[in-house]
């Protein structure tokens, strides 16, 4: 690979909440990660797009460089599910691999921890859906480390405990839950992130804001979160324009990385109806999760309005918006996804304006059973939901 040059200020390492090596370029460490591992036979998990890419050739030729016997797994759906786990952790077995190296999106990075998660275990993966004390039932000894490399600056899944797994048999997403699942390292290089195609770009740039939006928002006390948040909000403000208008400036693209490491790192407050609603429908529609977020996050904000109107005026004074208070925020909500080009109607995700009764109760009942709901800042009901699901439908802002 070509070196790579940032500004110092760009580059960086620190362990928080995991340990993070930050800067452009810095892929070319990943075989001295692995040597801090100890890892000498990693599994290569990533997404069938990117195994055929040259960046993850060069990545399997400086694992091979360095003396890694490396193995590459890329059967993973944009929505990963139980049989993609299934299958990596046979690979992983058959191939004798001592940890794993989550290689692209969300997706590839929940699919990487999963396996690191099951390769050893003998229970089902949703013995470990993240409910009560469930997680204790896994054998901590048979989970291998995990370095994360992610490739878009959306999920932030490389510094969480958990992944968002499809349970095919009930059409649903679940939850999977260790202390462990932490990645060991992280690897944030935005050279990675350049050559993004700019709807996805525009998805998960709109997935770390409503991250860091949701975690802002939900209730409880935790300071900390809501730092990380709002710093990791004025980021996006500053940096997300930019990265959608200009794809190789490597400055906002890093910052756009670490705000998508802030915003996971922040909802560990709390989500809400946005991530409740968007797992029911990535799991019956197979939607893009960053995408479905950004078509419903005003929607959502409206009708969360009483609750977090107080919170709104300090938010929009952090970013320095023109308009102050909740409808300054929902404003430069708007703005952002206009210039994303995020569609405003969640027909484009396939949902129908004659969408029949059965199905938007299903939605409705799923949003409502999903754990990120608990933590919305008004208490989900069945009414407010079904009114966001049809505003959405239809493109209806009132507030």
Known sequence: MTAITAPLALYGNWSYPTTIWFGAGRI?????????????????????WLATQPMLTEVLADLSAGGMRSTLFSDIQPNPTGGNIDAGVAVFQANANDGVIGFGGGSAIDAAKTIALMSGQTRSIWDFEDIGDRWKQADPEKIVPTIAIPTTAGTGSEVGRSSVILQTSTQTKRIIFHPRMMPEMVILDASLTTGLPLHLTAATGMDALTHCFEAYCAPGYHPMADGIALEGLRLIKHHLPVVITEGDNLESRAHMLIAASMGATAFQKGLGAVHALSHAIGALYNTHHGLT????????????????????????????????????????????????????????????????????????????????????????THKCLKEIVLKAIHGEISK
């Not at 990693?42 to 069938?48: E, Q």
């Not at 308009?323 to 929902?330: A, T």
């Not at 799923?366 to 800042?377: E, G, I, L």
Request: aromatic share 6%; glycine share 4%.
């Open 28 to 48: 070319r460490e990943l075989v001295t990660a692995c040597q801090t591992l100890n890892l000498s036979a990693p599994l290569l998990v990533t997404d069938p």
């Open 293 to 380: 977020n950004a078509i419903f996050l005003p929607y959502v904000m409206i009708a969360n309005r009483p609750a977090i109107e107080s919170t709104m005026d300090r938010l929009a004074r952090w970013l320095g918006l023109d308009i102050p208070g909740f409808d300054g925020v929902l404003a430069w909500v708007l703005s952002v996804r206009e210039h994303c080009q995020i569609p405003h109607t969640a027909s484009a995700l396939g949902l129908s304006p004659e969408i029949e009764y059965a199905q938007l109760t299903k939605i409705i009942n799923m949003a409502m059973a999903d754990p990120t709901a608990t933590s919305n800042p008004l208490p989900l």
